[in-house]
């Protein structure tokens, strides 16, 4: 297959991390036959730096070209850098929320895993860290609260606000086909959260994500309430599969599952659209505190590469090969600064790429 790749390396680690992921890439298609053309675009401060702002319509154009994004992060030091000296719309952030919306990601992915080999990070009683988990947290990314109608006023003397939460059942099927047909991908069960005794657009949402399972009849639907979930997440996480939910319950879940893990460095993510178009990037920001000393973890944007491999070209074994060389590493004892423990052996970022790349079979 020939892909064409757009790059975002970004601020911070983005590029040193970038060049990893491109590593391992570029081994998998040398070693399953693929052609990858990889073009880079400036995005954050890097565009600022040379265009005066965070996003060009050319990049966004070079974006749209290509079959799928891979990012770095973006971002600087929010107390020092120039870059937040900029009114909010010039600032780096800016960039992203804008590729977001001129590409229609409106599906968030972001996996939560617990490695053998990392299960001393988890935060979790042993006895429930044991069993692992693999989870995937399915979050609506552009309707729902945080894009409702807002209002700050003073009633007689009062200060009131008030924030709308709206979905309708175009935007509700859209993302829950997305959920099952990942879950097809997966172990076949889908978590679909709500409050949907109480909110009306939580009735809807599990209304609509019913009609959506008769689809699917070899995936398993169970329903649940948001608060019953974040405790289930530390109590049993090894139940879940797909966690499908909207934007701001999964804003708070995925954090929460995030934390779970124990290892920021770790865990990918991915933002889809309505076709197999998506843009993948690490959960973790652009760490300025230790750019440029070849001391960051690659492996979130290792596993975000892997995710694209699955999720916009459909080459499960080549993502299942990434996803290996991963399992590898950590089990011949390789570590990052960030996942070091003791009897292990220290490496930098580019050797962490290296050891990845030739793991690829
Ligand atoms: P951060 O995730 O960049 O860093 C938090 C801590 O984790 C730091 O100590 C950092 O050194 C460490 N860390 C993060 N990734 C690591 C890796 N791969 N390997 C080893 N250690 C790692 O969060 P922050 O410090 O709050 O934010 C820094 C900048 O990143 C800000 O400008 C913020 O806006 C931006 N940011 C960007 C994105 C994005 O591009 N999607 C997401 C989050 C934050």
Redo the contacts with the bound molecule.
Sequence with gaps: MELKITCIP?D??GPE?VAEAKKVLEKTACVYGHKMIFTDILMGGASIDVHGVPLTDEAIAVAKSADAVLMG??????TKSPWYKLPPEKR??AG?LGIRKALNLFANLRPAILYDELAAACPLKEEISRAGFDMLIMRELTGGLYFGERRTTVENGLRKAVDTLTYDENEIRRIAVKGFDIARKRRKKVTSVDKANVLDSSRLWRQVVEEVAKDYPDVTLEHMLVDNCAMQLVKDPAQFDVILTENMFGDILSDEASMVTGS??MLASASLNDTKFGLY??S???????AGKDI???I?TVLSAAMMLRYSFDLDREADAVEAAVKQVLKDGYR???IMSAGCRKVGCSEMGSLLAERIS
């Design positions: 970004g911070g680690i991390i992060s973006i971002g600087g030091d929010t780096p952030e992203l920021i460095g990037e690490p973790h920001g652009s760490a300025p505190d230790i960051a973890n690659p979130a990052t600064g960030d």
